[in-house]
Nanobody
Framework: QVQVVESGGGLVQAGGSLRLSCVVS????????MEWYRQTPGNQRELVAR???????NYADSVKGRFTISRDNAKNTGYLQMNTLKSDDTAVYYC?????????????WGQGTQVTVSS
């Protein structure tokens, strides 16, 4: 069984930083793509950042230059470094991992981690 677990959220003042982690465990061959999403009450989940197996990255315009996504394949872990945080960044952040199991690919979500930025 595959598990995706996020950590690192919390309360931070505007202008501060947080680093989120996403650990993938279970019988997987590899992780294809790791993505970070965020969601606020009443709104759809939005893609924040994405990293491929070849370390190509994409970011939402709202976080470009402030957030950095990375991964450690040896640890099956992804990271989201968030700098210069704003109150608009307050949300529950979710990790989605697209993994290879045997010959097929599957996507799994974590339970989310709350990020609250106080102004």
């Amino acid at each position: 069984q595959v598990q995706v677990v996020e950590s690192g959220g919390g309360l931070v003042q505007a202008g501060g930083s947080l680093r989120l982690s996403c650990v993938v465990s279970g019988s997987i061959v590899s992780i294809n793509v790791m993505e970070w999403y965020r969601q606020t009450p009443g709104n759809q989940r939005e893609l924040v950042a994405r990293i491929t197996s070849g370390n190509r990255t994409n970011y939402a315009d709202s976080v470009k230059g402030r957030f950095t996504i990375s991964r450690d394949n040896a640890k099956n872990t992804g990271y989201l470094q968030m700098n210069t945080l704003k109150s608009d960044d307050t949300a529950v952040y979710y990790c989605n991992a697209n993994v290879r199991i045997d010959r097929f690919d599957y996507s799994y979500w974590g339970q989310g981690t709350q990020v609250t930025v106080s102004s």
